[in-house]
């Protein structure tokens, strides 16, 4: 191949990655733009009433992050699950929530939602006594990974976008494993901008990490759940839940819990109740 073709191509391929960037905040723009189609509307107020407790202005920015993250990331439907517009709408509506305050993209690692209708089997090594390992099987309703994908039961997420005060929503716990996971494995500790402000969230989230499991090691009850023991990344994930569904209480009951989520995700949930 001649010298000046070749050239040709590294310049033409180094221009586009360097427009790439730009052309896709064009592309959002305008999908974001379009009119938020009349059926979505009836489904986002009969299938997530939650949507109803923000500001108008929130209301719209919702809408126009929904129609990105249903253009950009396929929804799927597994073990014979249907995937309709009530599906996609529903678990949008509630993955775009934790977008709404701070620009961090529409969950860039992410591929694929699944879905399944009702809790799904996975199986998980458990390291028994002496070291020895063995798979377990689990019936989930949520699961994150890392690579990409996010596994949902139908089931589940009816359920949770229907009760929005009782606290507990899947779709919300595992797109917080998301934010989470963005650069790494799920550690309780999403990016922050300073180290200043992963000093102060290490330092809030690990006192109150500790005296949940001291408070649940005493069998005292309490606003968070028991399984934001399991460790600090289900912590952030369940913390996360209360905060979008039972602000009021979070910040009432763990002011530093709230204080350090308001700040990570610029919303004051709160405020809209």
């Known amino acids: 191949m001649p010298f000046w073709i070749s050239f040709v191509a590294v310049v033409l391929m180094a221009a586009a990655i360097a427009l790439w960037p730009r052309w896709v905040r ?113 019936a989930l309703a949520g699961e994150s990974w890392s690579q990409g994908q996010v596994l949902l039961a139908w089931d589940e997420v009816q359920r949770g976008a229907s009760t929005p005060g009782d606290g507990h929503n899947v779709v919300i716990h595992e797109f917080a494993h998301q934010l989470d996971q963005a650069g790494g494995p799920a550690n309780g500790a999403p990016a922050l901008a300073t180290a200043e402000d992963y000093r102060r969230w290490s330092t809030v989230m690990q006192a109150a990490f500790d005296a949940l499991q001291w408070r649940l090691a005493q069998g005292e009850p309490g606003l968070i759940d028991p399984y934001a023991a399991t460790d600090p990344a289900e912590f952030f994930a369940v913390v996360s839940e209360l905060f979008f569904e039972r602000p009021a209480e979070l910040q009432a009951a763990h002011a530093d819990v709230y204080a350090e989520l308001r700040r990570y995700y610029r919303l004051d949930p709160a405020a809209w109740v």
């Open 26 to 138: 064009l592309r959002r723009a305008r999908i974001a733009a379009r009119p938020f189609p009349a059926p979505w509307r009836r489904l986002l107020r009969r299938n997530v009433p939650l949507v109803a407790r923000l500001p108008a202005r929130q209301q719209l920015r919702l809408k126009a992050l929904m129609q990105v993250f249903l253009a950009e990331k396929p929804i799927l439907g597994c073990r014979g699950f249907r995937v309709t517009d009530e599906v996609r709408v529903t678990i949008a509506a509630l993955a775009c929530l934790p977008l709404l305050g701070a620009a961090r993209g529409v969950y860039p690692e992410l591929r694929q939602v699944l879905v399944y209708p009702s809790a799904f089997v996975v199986d998980r090594p458990v390291t028994a006594a002496g070291g020895v390992q063995s798979e377990q099987r689990r």
